[in-house]
C-alpha cells in the first residue's frame, strides 16, 4: 500500500506541474492553452497501417469459363470418338484442329467486334489416347515446311490467357500455348518432336486476389538436342503478361543459310510476343527435315487451361 500511494503522490504532482506551465504560457501571451491539446486514443482493432490503395479484385472475362466442375459431361457431349478434327463451320482461327478433351469443344466468342478462338481443357481430359499417356489439347497446326534453305511457315495472331494449369510444382505446372515442331534424322525422341513450347504458369495476387492467377510468366521450352524432351529440354523466361491482356504473338521456323559458312545452314524459331524479340537458333540443323507450328491450349496436368486466340494467319513458304 505504501508503494501504491507513493506513485499516486508523484503522478498528481507531474500532472501539478503541467497544469501550471500550460496556465504559465497562456498568461505570458504564448497562445498555449488546454483547449488545443488533443488527446486521441488508438483503437486496438483497427488496422495500424492500412492500405490506402488495395489491389480491386481481377475482373472475370466475359468469355471465361467460371464453372468449378472440371469433369468431362457424363453425357458425352464431347467425347468426338471418330475423329480428332472437330471443328465448327468457317471458322475464325486458322488450321486444322486437334482436339483431344471430352470437357469442351473448340468454340468463338465476339468482344469488341473481334471472333476470339476459345481453347478449354481440363487436367485428365485426353479420352482419345492411352490414359496416363499424352496430355490434352485443343490446337490447330500449320502446313509443314521443308528443310530448304528460305523456307519457313509463320503464325501471326493475339492471345489472352485467362487461366493455366497449376499442380503446386513448376516442373509440372502450366500450360503451352503455341508450340514449334519439326521431324528430324538419326532417331531419337518422339516421331512427331516438339522443338520450342512456349509455356504460361501462373501468377497469384495478394489480398482479395491471393487464391486468383491474375498474371502468367511466359518461358520457351526449349530442345537441348535433337528429340530432346524432359532433361534435354531447357526452360527460358521471357516476359509477363497480365490475365485477360490481349497480347500479339508472332512466331516464324525455317531455314537460312549461315552466314559463317555458305555450305551450312541455321534452322531457326523466333517469336516477338508483345513487340519483344525472342530469337533462337535451333540445334543440330543438318539433321532437321521440317519445320511446322502449332497453337492453342496444350498441356494441363492440374486444373484448367483457357486461351483465347484471335486475328491468326499462317504463311508456309517451300523452296
Not at 66 to 95: K, M, Y
Not at 123 to 133: K, R
Not at 141 to 168: H, M, Q, Y
Not at 269 to 296: H, L, V
Request: hydrophobic share 30%; net charge negative.
Amino acid at each position: 500500500m505504501k508503494k501504491s500511494k507513493f506513485s499516486f503522490k508523484i503522478i498528481s504532482s507531474l500532472t501539478l506541474i503541467v497544469f501550471v506551465s500550460f496556465s504559465s504560457c497562456t498568461k505570458d501571451g504564448l497562445g498555449f492553452s488546454e483547449d488545443i491539446i488533443v488527446y486521441e486514443i488508438p483503437d486496438p482493432n483497427s488496422d495500424p497501417d492500412p492500405d490506402p490503395d488495395p489491389d480491386p479484385a481481377v475482373v472475370i472475362a466475359a468469355d471465361e469459363d467460371t464453372s468449378t466442375d472440371l469433369a468431362c459431361p457424363s453425357s458425352g457431349e464431347f467425347e468426338n470418338n471418330t475423329t480428332r478434327n472437330v471443328d465448327i463451320p468457317d471458322p475464325a482461327n486458322v488450321g486444322e484442329v486437334d482436339d483431344r478433351s471430352c470437357y469442351s469443344d473448340y468454340s468463338e466468342s465476339i468482344i469488341d467486334d473481334t471472333t476470339w478462338g476459345i481453347y478449354n481443357i481440363t487436367d485428365g481430359s485426353n479420352h482419345w489416347d492411352t490414359p496416363g499417356t499424352l496430355q490434352p489439347r485443343i490446337e490447330r497446326a500449320s502446313p509443314i515446311a521443308n528443310a530448304n534453305v528460305g523456307s519457313f511457315v509463320k503464325f501471326n495472331g493475339d492471345f489472352r490467357i485467362l487461366e493455366v494449369a497449376d499442380t503446386g510444382v513448376f516442373g509440372s505446372s502450366g500450360s503451352y500455348i503455341a508450340q514449334a515442331k519439326g521431324q528430324h534424322t538419326g532417331g531419337g525422341g518422339s516421331p512427331d518432336p516438339a522443338i520450342c513450347l512456349y509455356r504460361a504458369h501462373p501468377v497469384y495476387g495478394t489480398g482479395v486476389n491471393a487464391d486468383k492467377q491474375v498474371a502468367f510468366d511466359i518461358y520457351a521450352e526449349r530442345i537441348l538436342e535433337r528429340g530432346g524432351s524432359g532433361d534435354g529440354r531447357e526452360v527460358v523466361f521471357l516476359k509477363k503478361v497480365d490475365k485477360n491482356e490481349i497480347v500479339s504473338f508472332e512466331m516464324k521456323v525455317g531455314f537460312i543459310q549461315d552466314p559463317n559458312n555458305p555450305d551450312l545452314k541455321i534452322h531457326y524459331c523466333n517469336a516477338i510476343i508483345g513487340g519483344e524479340a525472342f530469337n533462337w537458333n535451333i540445334p543440330e540443323p543438318d539433321r532437321g527435315t521440317q519445320s511446322k507450328m502449332r497453337y492453342g491450349a496444350y498441356r494441363v496436368r492440374g486444373g484448367r487451361a483457357q486461351i483465347r486466340w484471335a486475328n491468326t494467319t499462317l504463311e508456309t513458304v517451300n523452296e
